[in-house]
């Protein structure tokens, strides 16, 4: 039965957000725990009256604390570049002078010297909950790859994940080029073997639409074309999102080529078990063609 991409499109999930996808509250306080001594030294600088004084004997006896100094304005360095040059937060390498400057100039004296602050470490957490916003986009993969890794395990089908190219090839004995040579792929996300088909999978999910999306399409469908070429491998792509709208076109031309292309909704209609199904029936029929053709050739 011929697949409809339309249909296909209708079931298509609007979001995978869980609460967790907002904030990675272990990555947020272990980042704040890294200067947790430093903070709580500068946080005698808060309502201070004298506070470039302080600062340089506090920098003079612990000169460590330079290096919070940049993530206490979002800035995850420690060397930050200005029209004027490039200033060192480095407690072997650094100029107070023009520290100084930076903590006058950003605001960051006037911000501890008027107690607009009341601690350092409460504070650095939410710039370290704004931060990881950043990575939200990120996460939504990572939730998109667990939700596949999940059906993978209830199906019982034993798995690789995060597998290069190069590692499939040895472990399966099956030759890659024609996509390792014309397209971009350097790993799958899962690989796994039903029967005597080993499969290389690529999970994605898109939640907003943007350029990205017609290059993935693009880039699939060029490796779903080259992997038709190699014995015994299927590539498939398990993708969702309502981003998928606004780039639907692209999307529909690696459907009409590529035959292992699922979404969520599939996964949820037993997906892998009925793959296994698929692959032994096709194998069924083989032994059964070369059956009735052991037959003929006796009966001649």
């Keep these: 039965m011929p697949r409809n991409f339309d249909k296909w499109l209708k079931t298509f999930t609007k979001t995978v957000r869980t609460s967790s996808y907002w904030v990675d509250w272990n990555k947020v306080l272990k980042n704040v725990q890294k200067y947790k001594d430093e903070l709580n030294i500068l946080n005698g600088l808060i309502g201070e009256k004298d506070i470039e004084d302080e600062f340089r004997r506090i920098v003079n006896k612990f000169p460590n604390v330079i290096e919070c100094i940049p993530i206490l304005v979002a800035i995850r360095s420690t060397e930050v570049e200005l029209s004027s040059g490039i200033i060192k937060f480095n407690a072997k390498q650094h100029s107070i002078d023009e520290v100084c400057t930076f903590m006058n100039e950003s605001g960051l004296f006037d911000i501890l010297k008027n107690k607009n602050i009341k601690n350092l470490i409460d504070y650095l957490t939410g710039v370290e909950v704004g931060l990881d916003s950043n990575a939200r986009k990120n996460r939504t993969g990572k939730i998109m790859e667990d939700k596949v890794e999940q059906f993978l395990v209830e199906s019982k089908i034993k798995y690789h994940k995060e597998m290069t190219s190069k590692d499939l090839e040895k472990e399966y004995g099956i030759n890659l080029s024609p996509i390792t040579k014309s397209c971009s792929i350097k790993r799958f996300d899962f690989v796994f073997k039903i029967d005597n088909i080993v499969y290389g999978l690529e999970v994605n999910f898109y939640g907003s639409g943007g350029s990205k999306l017609n290059e993935t399409a693009r880039s699939y469908l060029e490796i779903a074309e080259q992997a038709k070429k190699i014995k015994n491998f299927r590539f498939m792509w398990i993708t969702d999102g309502c981003g998928w709208e606004t780039a639907k076109n692209n999307l529909r031309q690696t459907f009409e080529v590529l035959d292992d292309m699922y979404n969520i909704n599939n996964l949820k209609n037993d997906l892998f078990k009925k793959l296994s199904n698929w ?22």
């Design 279 to 300: 692959t032994k029936n096709i194998y069924d029929e083989i032994d059964v063609l070369a059956d009735e053709d052991i037959v003929l050739q006796y009966k001649h």
